[in-house]
């Protein structure tokens, strides 16, 4: 992923600034600049997620593509944020330990790297709620 | 709107091809269905071609103009396109050359798919087919396609009773019947233990649950039904052709289970053909994992949610059961050259309705249906084919 690609949603990826459209009050995270409910008449600004969540499934990912070979095995899930998206993400935790239904916070992790000399990817990931 | 026909098939053997090339796999496929039509290539109209990636695969764009030249049509400069919906670019190729015979704007359309996978890296074309997926969002974070398709298993064993037998079953079923199609790429047949020792992919799906990566090509040619006999004994009429689309990643879908696109295409063909699943003597289906055949059956309406496992346990989807799914092997143990197999389907369903299909012939086969998808469920099509 080219420099540029990436700095764009730094906000988004760092930090959880999805959007909500103001007309019908439905949060998009990823964001959306368009809202499919109400269309040109919705208004869409930005918001900032709490990171709370819960697994709705998930899977543990042993055969990786080439950027995320050396953190194998890993667990990958679907959250669904307390404000009513859903999100794919990597949860750090044990393989043994996830489970459907269990409450999860964002936090802010490395994802992966482009090579030795290219830019580090910094993301969100999830953790166990204790 | 014209009743529109099949009048020649062909498709190369699949697998992985090291001596052919991209350009060699889709002559080769296109020269079979010519012979079996009895067609000259000079004939032809227009071509409507299905390739996922051929920039990621082997660094070459512009498709259409390119197969047109290597198929001796430069000089005819005949209207040929290339279709992308990831893995149902074939069958989306499928339905633009229906549509064009259909309209009446051309005669002889080619409807063809090719994808030559292994000239990278496996872990490059992995990436590659995360392409299918959303980039930013899912394949971003860490996602495969394996992966994806293993929490649709995780949600769906979580809620309906599936066991990994079952999942299982359905590999055992399509090694079977790929050893039965000198076309595939697997003709071996397997046990459930072969499937539960395999490597872990991504929890809960094995290697054996998982479509290979291959190499291949097939092709078809349409014409108006009113004009298919000039050309062949056995035209193959299209019943009906749906399309519908969904959104592009599994988490936004409305259920993780259920693939909603794959409901409405499935429901419109059969709306437009006037038919019902009884009437269904074979069907296709999209089985890039175990679970995708699974959601495929009870989507498509065959069965209630949550039975496919059942009655693929109980041998009702396996040749001489209820609904035989998958002759060919499907895409697990025929292959998934990923741009291909919508159009492979179709020359499996042809060759099924002209009882030309051998070892794996279902008796009395007279309508048939084909169901590729892109995706995780983004984009799905779904044909009624029958005997002309």
Redesign the interface.
């Known amino acids: 992923?080219t420099v540029a690609r990436f700095w764009r949603?730094i906000p988004q990826r760092y930090n959880m600034i999805g959007t909500k459209c103001e007309t019908c009050q439905r949060h998009f995270f990823?964001p959306r600049t368009f809202c499919p409910d109400c269309r040109r008449s919705g208004r869409i600004v930005d918001h900032k997620f709490a990171g709370f969540g819960t697994i709705?499934?998930?899977?543990?990912?042993?055969?990786?593509?080439?950027?995320?070979?050396a953190?194998t095995p890993?667990v990958?899930?679907?959250v669904k944020l307390d404000e009513g998206?859903?999100?794919?993400?990597?949860i750090v935790c044990r393989?043994d330990e996830v489970k459907?239904g269990m409450r999860v916070k964002s936090v802010f992790r490395r994802?992966?790297t482009d090579g030795e000399s290219g830019i580090i990817?910094y993301?969100?990931?999830f953790v166990p709620v204790d | 709107m014209r009743d529109v026909a099949v009048i020649g098939a062909g498709c190369t053997r699949f697998g992985e091809k090291w001596s052919s090339g991209f350009r060699e796999l889709f002559v080769e496929a296109g020269a079979l269905a010519l012979e079996d039509a009895r067609l000259s290539g000079e004939k032809i109209d227009a071509m409507y071609i299905g390739n996922m990636s051929a920039g990621r695969f082997i660094e070459q764009e512009h498709i259409g103009a390119l197969i047109a030249d290597y198929a001796g049509l430069a000089t005819h400069h005949i209207p040929s396109t290339r279709v992308e919906a990831a893995c149902a670019s074939g069958g989306l190729a499928f339905r633009q050359a229906v549509i064009a015979v259909s309209s009446g704007m051309e005669d002889i359309v080619v409807a063809a798919g090719v994808e030559k996978m292994t000239d990278v890296e496996p872990g490059a074309s992995t990436d590659t087919l995360t392409g299918a997926a959303d980039r930013e969002w899912e394949g971003f974070v860490g996602a495969t396609f394996p992966g994806l398709y293993a929490m649709i298993a995780q949600d769906y064993m979580h809620r309906y009773p599936l066991t990994r037998e079952q999942l299982a079953q359905v590999a055992v079923k399509n090694h079977y019947n790929g050893a039965r199609n000198p076309i595939a790429q697997y003709q071996q047949e397997i046990t459930i233990e072969t499937v539960l020792k395999s490597t872990m992919v991504a929890e809960p799906l094995r290697l054996f649950d998982c479509s290979p990566i291959t190499d291949g090509a097939a092709a078809v040619i349409l014409a108006p039904l009113e004009r298919a006999r000039e050309f062949t004994d056995t035209p193959i009429k299209v019943i009906s052709s749906a399309q519908a689309s969904d959104t592009i990643t599994l988490h936004d879908r409305r259920d993780i289970s259920t693939l909603d696109a794959t409901v409405i295409a499935g429901k419109k063909a059969f709306r437009l053909a006037k038919l019902t699943h009884k009437d269904i003597d074979m069907v296709e289906v999209h089985d890039c994992f175990s679970i995708a055949e699974i959601c495929a059956i009870e989507d498509l309406g065959f069965c209630r949610k949550g039975e496919a496992g059942k009655l693929t346990a109980d041998g009702e989807t396996a040749l001489g059961g209820k609904i035989p799914v998958n002759t060919s092997g499907g895409l697990k143990a025929c292959g998934h050259p990923v741009g291909a197999t919508g159009i492979k389907q179709v020359f499996e369903i042809v060759q099924q309705l002209r009882n030309e299909a051998g070892k794996r012939q279902i008796d009395g086969a007279k309508i048939g249906m084909t169901h590729n998808v892109g995706g995780t469920g983004a984009t799905v099509a779904v044909h009624i084919l029958g005997r002309g």
């Open positions: 992923m949603k990823p709705i499934t998930y899977t543990v990912i042993h055969t990786a593509n080439e950027q995320f070979e953190f890993y990958l899930a679907i998206p859903r999100m794919t993400a990597q393989s459907i994802i992966a990817h993301g969100t990931k």
